[in-house]
């Protein structure tokens, strides 16, 4: 991919990129829960749409997971990260990467299409502004450049209007999304 800007590097030329997904979350952990005592359906669907899961972080087990993950990274040449708005994932990448050797210098991007679609509350983004301000203290290099190229109301369930987020809950309580 050539960049057309004379000069400038481009950071991409001669990279490998590896994908990692998110560690074990609450809301995965909730319906391992359901799954492992043959739960009903219903039981599914009340954790898709359970408010205290929504943009929930990683259950302890998936910090064991980011662990085992680290070992793997720490050995690896990494400049540039990019993770979705969600907690979990912010939560996996610090986890994986907070004692990498080049921690320091790897910049994190937030990248809003990085997102998982929309089947359960666990996959609404919460307050954006307190998810970066939170992880902007814990990553050295944490970029938000991204998430001004969308509009809000796209990304975010709290600026939806009360109606829309009802028929949201519904359609995933009845699986229509």
Same mark, same amino acid.
Request: charged fraction near 30%; aromatic fraction near 8%.
């Given at each position: 991919?050539?960049?057309?800007?004379?000069?400038?590097?481009?950071?991409?030329?001669?990279?490998? #990129?590896?994908?990692?997904?998110?560690?074990?979350?609450?809301?995965? /952990?909730?319906?391992?829960?359901?799954?492992?005592?043959?739960? %009903?359906?219903?039981?599914?669907?009340?954790?898709? #749409?359970?408010?205290?899961?929504?943009?929930?972080?990683?259950?302890?087990?998936?910090?064991?997971?980011?662990?085992?993950?680290?070992?793997?990274?720490?050995?690896?040449?990494?400049?540039? #990260? *990019?993770?979705?708005?969600?907690?979990?994932?912010?939560?996996?990448?610090?986890?994986?990467?907070?004692?990498? %050797?080049?921690?320091?210098?790897?910049?994190?991007?937030?990248?809003?299409?990085?997102?998982?679609?929309?089947?359960?509350?666990?996959?609404? #983004?919460?307050?954006?502004?307190?998810?970066?301000?939170? *992880?902007?203290?814990?990553?050295?290099?944490?970029?938000?450049?991204?998430?001004?190229?969308? /509009?809000?109301?796209?990304?975010?369930?709290?600026?939806?209007?009360?109606?829309?987020?009802? /028929?949201?809950?519904?359609?995933?309580?009845?699986? /229509?999304?």
């Amino acid at each position: 991919m050539e960049n057309g800007e004379g000069d400038e590097p481009n950071i991409f030329k001669d990279s490998t #990129v590896i994908l990692l997904r998110h560690a074990r979350s609450e809301a995965n /952990e909730a319906n391992l829960k359901v799954f492992n005592r043959n739960g %009903p359906q219903k039981d599914y669907t009340k954790n898709a #749409v359970d408010d205290d899961l929504r943009d929930c972080g990683i259950h302890s087990s998936g910090v064991e997971e980011c662990l085992k993950a680290q070992k793997v990274a720490d050995c690896l040449d990494i400049h540039t #990260v *990019f993770v979705s708005p969600l907690k979990r994932t912010m939560e996996t990448a610090y986890q994986v990467f907070k004692n990498h %050797p080049n921690f320091e210098k790897i910049r994190f991007i937030v990248a809003p299409k990085a997102k998982e679609g929309l089947k359960a509350c666990s996959d609404i #983004v919460g307050d954006i502004e307190q998810t970066m301000q939170h *992880f902007g203290s814990l990553f050295p290099n944490l970029s938000g450049e991204l998430l001004k190229e969308y /509009e809000k109301s796209m990304l975010f369930f709290e600026d939806l209007q009360p109606d829309l987020i009802a /028929e949201l809950k519904d359609k995933i309580k009845t699986d /229509e999304l």
